[in-house]
Structures are given as structure tokens and as C-alpha cells.
């Protein structure tokens, strides 16, 4: 016997999978309030929202959804044979990832901060010495040297991608992986003259990423805050990445209020 749609909902959340449910806040004579329609992000549907155009229109917007990194719950209106019906859209997706390649000191702060920010954060490196759980607790840890990273990660559409083990070669390797990945967002650590000798090494082996891919990367990584030191350094990455996760560009809040020149005191 199939779920019904709550259900299946409820599993999906429990078990942080991606997936919509879509419930009727108001009805009409053929469609009845309360009524529900759960959509998974591989297109598996459990339940019906009593009008089939209706439940193609909310299979068709839950894809849209479910392929967002912070999509938004809301209720939207349709017009079904002339009367306006509300429905909700419940949208859970997993917590998007972070996927550190290099183990050095300063990829401490990064992981701990990304990890409080709600990120799922993962550091691969082949030293079992620097990516220890002693060094990065609650994080998932995988040993694994950068040639041999296909067998090991596979970054989706939901995960950002920081490079920094501080190593020509190993920098090289993972940037090479990262940018042939899914990940919408690969931030290199270091100078941009230094991440130019390497995507031209890269061109020197007949590897040339196009100009749509080279724009998923970000070098220097980072909100210009005038860091120092790793912990600073750390604050700007991982500010980036939750301004690109929440599609913010990361300017000051005052910003937004620049037109009001003078402040408004409490009367």
C-alpha cells in the first residue's frame, strides 16, 4: 500500500530528502480543502490535488523548486474554471554541503564556522594526521589523495566547494575535479596570478573549462572584509558562501538604507 502524501512528506523531512507538499487552503465543488499532493525531487508523486491540470502545474513548480539551494514555502493562487484556489508549498531540502579539500590549520575555522552556519560540512585530505576528528569534530572526514577523489566524493548540485591544501600540484588536481563536478560554487584559496598558472597548467594538458564553468569559480575566496589571520579569513568564506547560498551579494545591511540619510530617533 502507498504512503499517503503527509506521510511520505513526513519521512522526507526526517530523513532530510527534498521534496514538496502542495495542500489545498480553500476548495470548490470538484476540489476540496485540505486536499494534498506530494512531489519528490526524482518526480515521485503520492496523492492528488483533485484537479489533474491543477497537479501538473505543481509537479511542474516543485521541479523549479526542488532544483533551488534555499527554495521559499509560500502559498500561491491559481484559477481553476474561475474561482481563485490557494495552495501551499511546503518545500524541504537537504542541509547543503561544504566540501574543504586540504586539512591545514586554517581549514579549521572554516569548517567550524561553516558547520554553526548549518552547513554539512565534509574535509578530505590523504594526511590522517591533519584531518583527524580531534582536529575537526561533528565533521566528516575522508582520506583520500586528489587523484583519487572520483572514487570518493561525488559533489552535487547542493554543494559548495572550498580549495586549500596549499599545494600547487594538490590545488591543481582538486580544481580540476571540482570544476568538472556539479557544484555551483568552487571558492580557491589564494591570489588570482596563483589560480591562473593553474587553470593554464590545466590548458597545458588539453583541460580548458568554458566560460559558464569558470564562472562557478571564486578566486580569491571570500567577502572583501580585510581579513587577517585564518579565523578572519574563515568569517570572509564562509560569509560568502552564505550570501551565494542565499543569493545575496553580501553588501553592508546599511546599504539598503542609504537613502534615508539621517537616523530616526524614538519619539
Not at 142 to 164: Q, S
Not at 170 to 186: G, I, M, N, T
Not at 225 to 244: C, D, H, K, L, T
Request: proline share 4%; with cysteine; aromatic share 6%.
Amino acid at each position: 500500500m502507498k504512503q499517503q502524501p503527509f506521510n511520505k512528506w513526513i519521512d522526507c523531512v526526517k530523513n532530510d530528502q527534498a521534496g514538496m507538499l502542495a495542500t489545498i487552503l480553500n476548495g470548490s465543488e470538484i476540489i476540496h480543502k485540505g486536499s494534498r499532493l506530494f512531489v519528490s525531487e526524482n518526480g515521485e508523486m503520492r496523492g492528488s490535488l483533485g484537479d489533474i491540470f491543477l497537479d501538473e502545474k505543481i509537479v511542474k513548480l516543485g521541479s523549479e523548486r526542488l532544483r533551488q539551494m534555499v527554495p521559499e514555502s509560500k502559498t500561491h493562487i491559481f484559477d481553476i474554471k474561475g474561482k481563485p484556489i490557494s495552495v501551499f508549498l511546503d518545500v524541504h531540502i537537504p542541509s547543503p554541503k561544504v566540501m574543504i579539500f586540504g586539512a591545514g590549520h586554517d581549514a579549521i575555522p572554516v569548517a567550524s564556522f561553516a558547520r554553526h552556519s548549518g552547513f554539512d560540512v565534509t574535509v578530505i585530505d590523504q594526511r590522517e594526521a591533519f584531518a583527524s576528528e580531534e582536529l575537526f569534530p561533528e565533521v566528516n572526514i575522508i582520506l583520500a589523495r586528489p587523484e583519487h577523489l572520483a572514487d570518493k566524493v561525488a559533489p552535487d548540485k547542493r554543494t559548495l566547494i572550498i580549495i586549500m591544501n596549499h599545494h600547487l600540484d594538490k590545488d591543481r588536481d582538486c580544481l580540476h575535479f571540482s570544476l568538472e563536478s556539479k557544484a555551483p560554487y568552487v571558492g580557491l584559496l589564494g591570489p588570482r596570478k596563483r589560480c591562473n598558472r593553474l587553470l593554464r597548467e590545466l590548458e597545458s594538458k588539453g583541460i580548458k573549462f568554458s566560460q559558464e564553468t569558470l564562472s562557478r569559480l571564486y578566486n580569491p575566496v571570500g567577502l572583501d572584509i580585510g581579513a587577517e589571520g585564518s579565523e578572519e579569513i574563515a568569517i570572509s568564506i564562509v560569509s560568502e558562501m552564505i550570501a551565494f547560498k542565499n543569493k545575496k551579494i553580501g553588501k553592508s545591511l546599511r546599504e539598503q538604507y542609504k537613502s534615508d540619510e539621517t537616523y530616526k530617533l524614538a519619539e
